[in-house]
């Protein structure tokens, strides 16, 4: 009857095959320690054959090392060549990053468009902020129509920008006008067929 791979015990390196775990458990059971060390630097220069692209430096070497230390369970007793990465090292999980959690209505114009608001919102009053909130109200109204709103009018951008300033900018659709923006669709890449 034939054994199959999916009734054998797993591996825990499967990059390497099962008949290197099996030199690994082999060698597991080498009494003598001389033979032990021979045997270990054996499979390790089988490993270093298995991935002929790997660079010979002292890093692969180390990290090869490492591997059969793993794929012994750090159980093996030999003079390894170099320090061996740790058990409780690879069980550790690094720490997590701390992102913004802070979730926006108005996500969709890009966190540093709304930077750039809550920035012109700390300047002192002048004709040159003006400016820039007029440029950043229209560049708005680019963002909202290239994310699939049709007909975005001006009302709303005003809205989002009073709420994205905190008030500081509040402007009335009938005073300001923004520019307007024609929707360009990309042309239809399918070809007509030939008959």
Not at 10 to 30: N, S, W
Not at 134 to 154: C, E, F, P
Request: net charge neutral; glycine share 4%; with cysteine.
């Amino acid at each position: 009857m034939l054994t199959y791979n999916t009734n054998l015990k797993k591996l825990i390196l499967p990059e390497y095959g099962r008949i290197i775990q099996e030199m690994v458990d082999h060698c597991l059971t080498i009494e003598d320690r001389v033979q032990r060390n021979l045997c270990a630097q054996t499979i390790v220069k089988a490993m270093d054959n298995l991935f002929p692209n790997l660079k010979d430096g002292d890093e692969n070497r180390r990290k090869l090392w490492d591997h059969l230390a793993i794929m012994a369970d750090f159980k093996l007793d030999i003079d390894y060549p170099y320090e061996i990465v740790k058990k409780d090292s690879l069980d550790s999980k690094p720490e997590k990053i701390a992102y913004n959690a802070t979730i926006s209505d108005n996500r969709h114009y890009g966190r540093h468009l709304i930077a750039m608001i809550q920035r012109a919102a700390e300047m002192e009053p002048s004709e040159e902020r003006e400016a820039l909130v007029l440029l950043l109200a229209n560049q708005m109204k680019k963002v909202m129509l290239a994310s699939g709103n049709d007909g975005v009018d001006d009302n709303r951008i005003f809205k989002d920008l009073a709420n994205i300033s905190h008030g500081t900018f509040r402007f009335n659709s009938e005073e300001v006008h923004l520019n307007e923006y024609n929707i360009i669709l990309p042309p239809n890449s399918k070809k007509k067929k030939k008959k």
